[in-house]
Nanobody, 122 residues
Framework: VQLQASGGGLVQAGGSLRLSCTAS????????MGWFRQAPGKEREFVAA???????YYADSVKGRFTTARDNAKNTVYLQMNSLKPEDTAVYFC?????????????????WGQGTQVTVSS
């Protein structure tokens, strides 16, 4: 499956952005999708995931501020990011899971988007 992410940009602290990730190539609706991020000098970390039936799971650092959802008719998954903080600055990646249910483990994802930059200024 090929993944194309979009929607990143520069925003002030407290602002919002919505990332989109569109999939092509095989059955999108049967698998979970994940969001990860990587800040400069840091390892890639889990952000959020949505399962095949819409169930979600979030990292503690974004819980209550970020929301992920999927539109299977459009083969697209979204990450709505509100109340952004400077520490949210990173390259954000969407990923296609090997599983139906949300997972925070990067190795359980078999396709990755190219990444989109999110920069939050203080």
């Amino acid at each position: 499956v090929q993944l194309q992410a979009s929607g990143g940009g520069l925003v002030q602290a407290g602002g919002s952005l919505r990332l989109s990730c569109t999939a092509s190539g095989r059955t999108f609706s049967s698998y979970a999708m994940g969001w990860f991020r990587q800040a400069p000098g840091k390892e890639r970390e889990f952000v959020a995931a949505v399962g095949w039936s819409g169930g979600t799971y979030y990292a503690d650092s974004v819980k209550g501020r970020f929301t992920t959802a999927r539109d299977n008719a459009k083969n697209t998954v979204y990450l709505q990011m509100n109340s952004l903080k400077p520490e949210d600055t990173a390259v954000y990646f969407c990923a296609h899971a090997k599983l139906k249910f949300p997972t925070l483990i990067a190795a359980e994802h078999d396709s990755w988007g190219q990444g989109t930059q999110v920069t939050v200024s203080s």
